[in-house]
């Protein structure tokens, strides 16, 4: 069992402390900017900030979905959403960038082991990098 990596960065018009709280707000800016592999997303609790927890479908390919049940904790530059359901982590770090912010998304697991993780750890870090930069061009355009 490897451990898998997909990250993607852009660069946003907005100053970190804006982009971050954008992030963060898992109530009004997250629906608006995920893409059509998210189902299902609902908040439960909270909705802002740290200790939000939300769920919501992964439609990575017609035949792999996970179900996500994400806890967030915020920091000074970053977000991170650990999922109960497994071994992922997603984190969004800000770091000024000029005039703006750069965001850089960062989804890791454990994978699966022999040959189907060998093709797991080539293939869902294409898809999933795919899907992120969707999400991160979304935000820039919230911002």
Known sequence: MGQVNASSSIVVPADPQRTLEA???YETVRPRILVE????????????????????????TQKRSR???ATISV????????????TMVTTWTVTPSGTGSLVTV?????GAGG???????????LG???IQAQVLENLKGQL
């Open 106 to 110: 960062r989804t890791s697991w454990k």
């Open 115 to 125: 040959v189907p993780g060998f093709f797991e750890g080539i293939f869902a870090p």
């Open 75 to 86: 920091s000074d530059s970053m977000v991170t959403e650990r999922d109960s359901n497994s």
């Open 128 to 130: 999933l990098k795919k």
């Open 67 to 69: 179900n996500v049940h």
């Open 37 to 60: 592999n998210y189902r299902d997303y609902k908040v439960i609790e909270g909705g802002k900030g740290a200790g939000t927890v939300v769920d919501w479908t992964l439609q990575a």
């Open 23 to 25: 992030i963060a707000d």
